[in-house]
């Protein structure tokens, strides 16, 4: 707790469960739990509704899932009223979503927003969670769901200087509310990750200079976005549920191949890639159905891609260094631009490669690298998260015995299903480590979870139990076979954030659940028929007075 929220204790409460979190995984949660009658507090740290899509106002920003099926399945009615207006949605129309979703469930009401929660404490005794909040909160409550987010701590790079600079800096991930007039100005971008790539070329249409720091080339796919044409709509309303049905399957629909890249001649397979790069978007990895699992069919994408660099951006030195060479395409999160090649042929947009001249320090002028100093007014920085882990290492969350979730995963996270942790008993993580998370679309995930578990919390009440606790030999297995599906896959020969790589210091382990949604869900589904195989079901709810207790 801050000073002044230890001085005063704001308000004491007691509900079934706290949600922290009101990104689109609160917000479900928050309408799966009330139909169930649970009491509930929600807390959230920004000022509104949105999560990510609240704070990632980025010049650019845009979703790379298309929007009929980046949106919420839970209800019909929803889904047929509203409308989209590109293929690909823009950052404001999303939280414009997300906001007409809050008003028309209610969804506001249990939530006090610009409170960020600093500490939850299981308490053996009670069988009861103690959050507090920074606004001096302290709620108790049987259970906690946490939908803190997988990448919602913005990360700043260790960079020496960084508070001298003169001129203004921001995080793509923590953009401020008021429009950035970039006009005259001398722009600086560190990072060429998803959110980098989008910002560039917006940036770069405005700014009288723009230099593009780049460590890491990524490979960017072209996302040949278009306003949404009204035969698409009207095709998906039509079988808006049976879409739904298979999107619980494969998290996004592409096109996906039933072939491996080798299988076929090189001109079949230029011919499969060219017509996907025309096309646009995330589908181009879908071509061949090994490229995420063999190094050399995944170089043939990665060389149709560098191709296209070079073909592209003009002077083949810059092009050269735009061209990523030391990771399998996919392997680190794969970005879906507009015109971001195009935009190193711009005479006010310059390139530099951090691998020839590493960043030594910010300047109040700048940013000065091995070769001398770039004079700047402003910086971004698009550098990325500490991913999956990082919003629920913030809050200090003790266990039984007082273990702290941070000493617990202090070699890396382990989880059962992604869902619990051993120790932590009614808490649970929505799209965490060690679920399909951010490898699916995150709404197909987030819904799966959230069902999940209203579905087990509905049945602990039923059987009159109070608490449910993932099993620590379950717990083994489940890491055990989450690292393995990995090793199976290219993905761990990047240094991405999916293994923390981005973060120094943090564990490289492969947080989340390659497996697939489809055979993730079936698992989870066997679990619960199972009367919850691999958990503790304790406690003994009729002991209780708690608001669980009463109704059970
Ligand atoms: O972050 P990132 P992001 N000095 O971590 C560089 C989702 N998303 O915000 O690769 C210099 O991917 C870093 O370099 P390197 C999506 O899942 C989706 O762009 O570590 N550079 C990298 O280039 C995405 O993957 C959408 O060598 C430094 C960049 O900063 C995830 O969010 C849009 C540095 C960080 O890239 C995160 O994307 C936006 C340093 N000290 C985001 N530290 C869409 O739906 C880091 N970098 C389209």
Same mark, same amino acid.
């Given at each position: ?11 004491? +409460?007691?509900?079934?469960?706290? $949600? ?28 509104? =509704? ?28 929803? !889904? !047929? ?12 129309? %999303? ?31 009670? &069988? @009861?969670?103690? $959050? ?73 249409? !405005? ?12 490979? =960017? ?24 049905? *298979? ?61 296209? %660099? ?23 999160? %794969? ?23 590493? %960043?030594?320090? $910010? ?30 290492? *913030? ?7 007082? @273990?702290? @979730? ?34 699916? &679309? ?20 039923? *059987? ?27 993905? =761990? ?54 608001? =669980? +207790?009463?109704?059970?």
């Amino acid at each position: 707790m801050t000073p002044a929220a230890q001085a005063e204790t704001k308000s004491r +409460a007691t509900c079934d469960a706290v $949600v922290v979190g009101a990104g689109f995984a609160g917000l479900y949660a928050i309408h799966r739990l009330r139909e169930l009658g649970l009491s509930l507090r929600g807390f959230e740290a920004a000022p509104d =509704v949105g999560g990510v899509w609240f704070w990632n106002r980025y010049p650019g920003a845009r979703c790379d899932v298309e929007s009929m099926q980046y949106s919420y399945g839970f209800s019909d009615p929803l !889904q !047929q009223d509203w409308g989209w207006s590109e293929r690909f949605a823009q950052q404001a129309e %999303i939280l414009s979503y997300i906001r007409h979703v809050a008003e028309r469930f209610d969804l506001r009401r249990e939530i006090a927003f610009d409170t960020r929660v600093e500490a939850a404490t299981f308490d053996e005794a009670s &069988n @009861l969670w103690e $959050v507090r909040t920074d606004r001096g909160d302290i709620v108790t409550a049987r259970f906690c769901i946490m939908a803190s987010g997988p990448l919602s701590i913005a990360k700043l790079p260790e960079i020496p200087g960084i508070g001298s600079f003169a001129g203004r800096f921001v995080h793509t991930g923590a953009w401020p509310d008021a429009p950035i007039d970039f006009a005259g100005q001398r722009v600086g971008i560190v990072g060429t990750g998803s959110s980098g790539v989008q910002a560039v070329p917006v940036v770069a249409a !405005q700014a009288k200079h723009l230099t593009v720091f780049q460590r890491t080339p990524n490979f =960017v796919i072209p996302a040949r976005n278009r306003p949404l044409d009204p035969e698409t709509e009207r095709n998906w309303k039509a079988d808006y549920a049976g879409h739904r049905e *298979r999107a619980r399957q494969v998290g996004t629909f592409y096109e996906f191949s039933d072939r491996p890249a080798m299988s076929v001649g090189p001109q079949e397979r230029e011919a499969e890639y060219e017509r996907r790069w025309r096309e646009g978007g995330v589908n181009f990895v879908h071509a061949f159905n090994d490229i995420y699992l063999d190094a050399q069919s995944n170089e043939t994408a990665a060389d149709f891609v560098r191709a296209k %660099i070079r073909g592209i951006v003009a002077d083949p030195a810059v092009a050269e260094r735009l061209c990523p060479k030391d990771h399998p395409l996919g392997a680190k999160r %794969i970005c879906v631009g507009s015109d971001y090649y195009e935009t190193f042929n711009q005479a006010n947009v310059t390139l530099v490669d951090l691998k020839d001249e590493p %960043i030594e320090a $910010v300047t109040p002028a700048g940013v000065r690298t091995g070769r001398g100093e770039h004079a700047l007014d402003m910086l971004i920085f698009a550098t990325g998260y500490d991913a999956l882990t990082g919003a629920l290492a *913030r809050i200090d969350i003790r266990g039984r015995d007082g @273990l702290a @979730l941070a000493e617990k995963w202090d070699g890396g996270p382990q989880t059962y299903l992604g869902l619990m942790t051993a120790g932590f008993p009614n808490l649970f993580i929505i799209t965490g480590p060690g679920s399909p998370s951010v490898l699916v &679309n995150m709404i197909v995930g987030l819904e799966q979870h959230v069902e999940w578990i209203a579905r087990c919390l509905s049945d602990l009440r039923t *059987r009159g139990v109070e608490t449910i606790e993932a099993e620590r030999q379950a717990e083994r297995d489940w890491v055990a076979h989450v690292n393995a599906e990995a090793d199976k896959t290219l993905f =761990v020969k990047a240094a991405s954030w999916y293994l923390g790589a981005n973060v120094p210091g943090k564990p490289r382990v492969f947080m989340p659940y390659v497996g697939g949604i489809g055979r993730y869900r079936r698992k989870c589904d066997e679990v619960a028929a199972a009367g919850y195989e691999g958990f503790m079901l304790g406690g003994d709810a009729s002991r209780r007075t708690s608001p =669980v +207790a009463a109704r059970a």
